[in-house]
Antibody, heavy 120, light 107 residues
Framework: EVQLVESGGGLVQPGGSLRLSCAAS????????MSWVRQAPAKGLEWVAN????????SYLDSVKGRFTLSRDNAKNSLYLQMNSLRAEDTAVYYC?????????????WGRGTLVTVSS | DIQMTQSPSSLSASVGDRVTITCRAS??????LNWYQQRPGKAPKLLIY???SSQSGVPSRFSGSGSGTDFTLTISSLQPEDFATYYC?????????FGGGTKVEIK
């Protein structure tokens, strides 16, 4: 079965750190650009970061630059998001998503998400 | 950054109604516009990519159109399972921004 499964979310104090993981299965992970997208409670979707197939190209949302680090391990079919200096406004469900391309780029595979709560 | 503006932010409709949701980009994005459906507590699901191409398995009542800055998602005959929130997304440039969402509720 083709799927993405996120883990690593939880409750953390402001200023703390968390590392999210996304395990891919059922497809050739190393062929895909990957992303994290987040959704604050009762809010819309917000793109967070992209990484290309070999990890040499990474881009971030301005508000997370310098605090979040995106990486991947193609041998383990896994994507990671190291989140440091967390703020209350980082509270959200974080989704792992895979890009595909056909005339335009689009997310055609999403995980179920993992909840990150930043609160004292 | 490209801003995506969806309208309306919510609507009430009945089963069988024709529903239209619009999405406007703050600059020309050619045909790099996608639509997602999100049911409560679930992950988003791709409906339409590249403005008008339907994802495999998506019912034919969903269609997309537009180009440049103005885009439309149409549900030709609303079904009970279509009550959800719909998001547009531009993939013309990073950050790949989403619209604010349109919540489709039962009248």
């Amino acid at each position: 079965e083709v799927q993405l499964v996120e883990s690593g979310g939880g409750l953390v104090q402001p200023g703390g750190s968390l590392r999210l993981s996304c395990a891919a299965s059922g497809f050739t992970f190393s062929n895909y650009w990957m992303s994290w997208v987040r959704q604050a409670p009762a809010k819309g979707l917000e793109w967070v970061a992209n990484i290309n197939q070999d990890g040499s190209g990474i881009s971030y949302l301005d508000s997370v630059k310098g605090r979040f680090t995106l990486s991947r391990d193609n041998a383990k079919n896994s994507l990671y998001l190291q989140m440091n200096s967390l703020r209350a406004e980082d509270t959200a469900v974080y989704y792992c998503a895979a890009w595909s391309y056909s005339s335009a780029w689009y997310f055609d595979l999403w995980g179920r998400g993992t909840l990150v709560t930043v609160s004292s | 950054d490209i801003q995506m503006t969806q309208s309306p932010s919510s609507l009430s409709a009945s089963v069988g109604d024709r529903v239209t949701i619009t999405c406007r980009a703050s600059q020309d994005i050619s045909s790099s516009l996608n639509w997602y459906q999100q049911r409560p507590g679930k992950a988003p699901k791709l409906l339409i990519y590249a403005t008008s191409s339907s994802q495999s398995g998506v019912p034919s009542r969903f269609s997309g159109s537009g180009s440049g800055t103005d885009f439309t998602l149409t549900i030709s005959s609303l079904q009970p399972e279509d009550f959800a929130t719909y998001y547009c997304q531009q993939s013309s440039s990073t950050p790949e921004t989403f619209g604010g969402g349109t919540k489709v509720e039962i009248k």
